[in-house]
């Protein structure tokens, strides 16, 4: 490998454009190509299915900046990979030369046998499909959801909110199947009809005419509009043909090497080893994406005399779905040989899944508190009994405080686990950039601290606390160390998600407990995605042992 290693990304979806960014803010040494088969800037897929098919498109755009020095290659496919000349041949003729070359092809989705070609079928992965589908949601529409997945009850939710007369055709005799427990699954199912929509379990599609869709069992269900979403299929055709190991997803290790030396994979196209049921297979999620380029970013930029550092990338999977307002989040594995439930899906419900008495599985219905808390646990390749899992409350951490008086901090209490080696333990925020630019001078308009939020030794160094404005707004207060304070609103910007009850602060990073998007705490700037809007910052100071802030934020600068 030459001294300034040329490094090409096939695909720019979430995993190629975070290690583009993340390799820049690394500083990675060599050349970087993002090339990317569609024609859009890179954008993210989970808004496709919620908020972009109700019109709210705020959250769609991965970060535009931060590709400094990246040559970036939209509407332009890699056809073949010459592994011996180290050449990548592309769709407009061109020949790309490379040292290192990194997969992120994703998937497609799933084919259904049996469509009639002139009837009206969607299948949902891309920005021109979310749009396709968007265009025909109306009040009244009759829409057929083939299949009850993530994104299939997503959309099916969405489309109801729009007022579409929506049926779920689920082929499982329960939804999710392969995802969530029993329990959750019994939820879903609840909530979704309960919203509306019709849902059918062991409903076997035969066929999809135009006006409606056939089932094996002679039933027919009418529809203007039938939506395709019975999971996907990876990109590794590329691969395959280069003679890189594959099975329906690119063999990696734990290190995203694929058996090809200096060609390595990362994002949903990957078959890796699951550090929690230690089998080999695709982990379709965006934190998985994520998590993965930015582990990588870090492997490629920390070698020394030109060697890459080793540094494994395992993590106890985790999912997010939105469904309506039903939130639901899921790490580990979906079963157990014991599973222990607490609380209801109004006020927040968490199941449990031990096997051989170690905790192996989390999935929260409207509680990602306690979500957090449960995943981080995992995440250590730590573990729990389910008699401290059934008294979830008093595991609480941090503590909020408000100025009427502070709760009593509550220590966490974990057990080690004798887990499988592969779990190394992994820390979610070091995944995002530690060394951040130092702020920008105080704004102009910054006006002096004058609201008496709480005693400092009220909240611990890297805890955060919280108080209200005389106008109610929550307000997030991060103490740093010592006297090193910072205040922000409470409210993520990309959701409804409240940084003091479910985030996580890391130096001056605060990491939402919902989509792990991240803000700097001293200026309220998005750091990470899902976050693309700043928060509102508002001045703050320890005077005489006490947090003062001021009631007037600091408008985040564009
Ligand atoms: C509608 C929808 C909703 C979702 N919601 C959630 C959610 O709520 N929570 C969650 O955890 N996950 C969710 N996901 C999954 C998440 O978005 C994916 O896990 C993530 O996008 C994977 O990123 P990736 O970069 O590996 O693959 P992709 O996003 O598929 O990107 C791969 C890119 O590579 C390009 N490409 C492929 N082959 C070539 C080639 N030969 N040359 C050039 N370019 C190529 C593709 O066109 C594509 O743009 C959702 C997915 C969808 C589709
Ligand atoms: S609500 Fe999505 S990252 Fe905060």
């Not at 490379?98 to 989705?109: E, F, I, N, S, Y």
């Not at 070609?117 to 009040?139: G, M, S």
């Not at 939804?175 to 076997?204: D, F, K, Y």
Request: proline share 8%; aromatic share 4%.
């Amino acid at each position: 490998m030459s001294a300034s290693p040329a490094l090409v990304i096939v695909g720019s979806g979430l995993a190629g454009h975070t290690l583009a960014r993340s390799l820049a803010s690394l500083g990675y040494a060599g050349s970087v190509t993002l090339l990317g088969e569609e024609h859009h800037a890179p954008y993210d897929r989970p808004p496709l299915s919620k908020e972009f098919q109700r019109g709210d498109e705020s959250t769609l755009m991965l970060q535009a900046d931060g590709l400094a020095g990246v040559q970036v290659i939209s509407g332009c496919k890699a056809v073949a990979i010459d592994t011996d000349r180290r050449a990548l041949a592309l769709s407009d003729g061109r020949q790309l030369p490379w040292d290192c070359l990194v997969l992120a092809t994703g998937a497609r989705p799933r084919p259904l046998a049996g469509s009639d070609p002139q009837a009206p079928v969607h299948f949902l992965r891309t920005l021109d499909d979310a749009r396709a589908i968007r265009a025909k949601l109306r009040d009244g529409l009759k829409l057929a959801v083939i299949g009850g997945g993530p994104i299939g009850l997503e959309l099916a939710a969405s489309a109801g909110q729009l007022g579409a007369r929506v049926t779920v055709l689920e082929a499982a005799p329960r939804l999710m199947a392969r995802t969530v427990p029993a329990t959750i699954a019994e939820v879903l199912l609840g909530h979704h009809r309960a919203s509306g929509a019709q849902v059918l379990l062991g409903a076997q599609v035969k066929a999809i005419h135009r006006g409606g869709v056939e089932l094996a069992d002679g039933r027919r269900v009418e529809a203007d509009v039938v939506v395709v979403g019975i999971g996907v299929v990876a990109n590794d055709d590329l691969a395959h043909a280069a003679g890189i190991a594959t099975d329906d997803g690119i063999f990696v290790d734990a290190n995203f090497r694929t058996t090809q030396p200096d060609v390595y994979a990362i994002g949903d196209v990957t078959r890796q080893r699951n550090p929690i049921s230690g089998r080999f297979e695709r982990i379709e999620t965006w934190s998985n994406a994520r998590g993965q380029a930015q582990a990588l970013a870090r492997q490629l930029c920390g070698g020394t005399n030109g060697a890459p550092r080793v540094v494994t990338g395992a993590a106890a999977p985790w999912f997010w779905s939105d469904q309506g307002s039903l939130r639901l989040q899921c790490a580990g594995l979906p079963q157990g040989d014991q599973e222990v439930r607490r609380g209801d899906p109004a006020t927040g419900l968490v199941v449990g899944q031990w096997s051989a008495g170690r905790l192996v599985g989390v999935a929260a219905i409207n509680a990602p508190q306690d979500f957090n808390l449960l995943r981080r646990i995992l995440d250590a390749g730590q573990s729990m009994t389910p008699e401290a899992f059934a008294s979830l409350t008093e595991l609480r951490s941090p503590p909020n405080h408000t100025p009427e008086g502070p709760a009593e901090p509550v220590p966490v209490t974990v057990t080690p686990s004798d887990g499988p080696a592969a779990l190394a333990p992994s820390a979610p925020l070091a995944q995002v950039p530690s060394t951040l630019p130092p702020p920008p001078p105080p704004a102009a308009q910054a006006t002096a601290p004058d609201l008496a939020a709480c005693p400092l030794e009220d909240i611990e160094e890297g805890a955060i606390g919280s108080t209200s404005l005389p106008d109610g707004t929550r307000i997030a207060i991060y103490r740093i160390r010592g006297e090193e304070v910072f205040a922000t609103d409470d409210k993520c910007s990309h959701g409804s998600s409240s940084l003091c009850d479910e985030g996580s602060l890391e130096g001056h990073l605060i990491e939402c407990g919902l989509h792990l998007g991240s803000f700097d705490v001293r200026t309220g700037k998005p750091v990470s995605t899902p976050c693309t809007k700043a928060i509102r910052s508002y001045p703050a100071q320890v005077r005489n042992g006490t947090i003062w802030i001021a009631t007037q934020p600091i408008e985040p600068s564009p």
